[in-house]
């Protein structure tokens, strides 16, 4: 089993649309939990970190759930600057440095 | 301003010969991490290392080395060992022991002919 799965996708949405995306991890140590946005041949880029008791930033949501070892992206009103590779990364137990990447779920909204 | 450099940008590289990628940064960052991706998958870890002198194994370290004489340097190696090295090369960097935001280079885009 991967240490952190997420759905390829693509998910295909149009404009004002809302889409969700979830992220599984396998290590129930784990700290820190991140999403990060790519753009085609580009670096990744912070999004959000997601915190135990969820946490907003305009029209993303991130939420964790521990017991059920994922996380989740809610993004409202669809954009279509918001087309991208979305990442989840997982930071391990609190001495490990380790970061480790999903493989990401593409997003492509349509006009 | 601070960030995180990565060159050159696009190498070339025969077969057999070993290439180096560069990657610094002057965050004053403690860890620093090499990621490989390739066309339409996730970053896969190679090497990472959380203080000078001292670095980890990744997922995919074969073929690869690195070295961490200096905090703000941490070089990749890509030796002949490695079979398919053609792919996107990223640097990232962390403060606090990772669980701060991770910053990336631009990434090499590496090719053998």
């Known amino acids: 089993r991967k240490e952190v799965e997420q759905d390829p996708g693509p998910f295909n949405v149009p404009e004002g649309a809302t889409v969700a995306f979830n992220c599984t991890y396998s290590?129930?140590?784990?700290?820190?939990f991140f999403w990060y946005r790519q753009d085609c041949r580009k670096e990744p880029k912070l999004l959000m970190s997601?915190?135990?008791s969820g946490n907003e930033d305009g029209r993303f949501t991130a939420q964790l759930n521990r017991a059920s070892q994922y996380i989740s992206l809610l993004i409202r009103d669809s954009k279509l600057s918001d087309s991208a590779t979305y990442l989840c990364?997982?930071?391990?137990?609190?001495?490990?440095?380790?970061?480790?990447f999903g493989s990401g779920t593409r997003l492509l909204v349509r006009p | 301003d601070g960030g995180i450099t990565q060159s050159p940008k696009y190498l070339f590289r025969k077969e057999g010969q070993n290439v180096t990628l560069s990657c610094e940064q002057n965050?004053?960052?403690?860890?620093m991490y090499w990621y490989r991706q390739d066309p339409g998958q996730g970053l896969r870890l190679i090497y990472y290392s959380q203080i000078v002198n001292d670095f980890q194994k990744g997922d995919i370290a074969e073929g690869y080395s690195v070295s961490r004489e200096k905090k703000e340097s941490f070089p990749l190696t890509v030796t002949s060992a490695q079979k398919n090295p053609t792919a996107f090369y990223l640097c990232?960097?962390?403060?606090?022991?990772?669980?701060?935001?991770?910053?990336f280079g631009q990434g090499t885009r590496l090719t053998v002919v």
């Open positions: 290590n129930s140590a784990s700290q820190s």
């Open positions: 965050l004053n960052h403690d860890a």
């Open positions: 997601v915190y135990s």
């Open positions: 990232a960097s962390t403060s606090g022991r990772g669980i701060g935001e991770a910053f």
């Open positions: 990364v997982v930071k391990g137990e609190d001495s490990s440095y380790k970061l480790i």
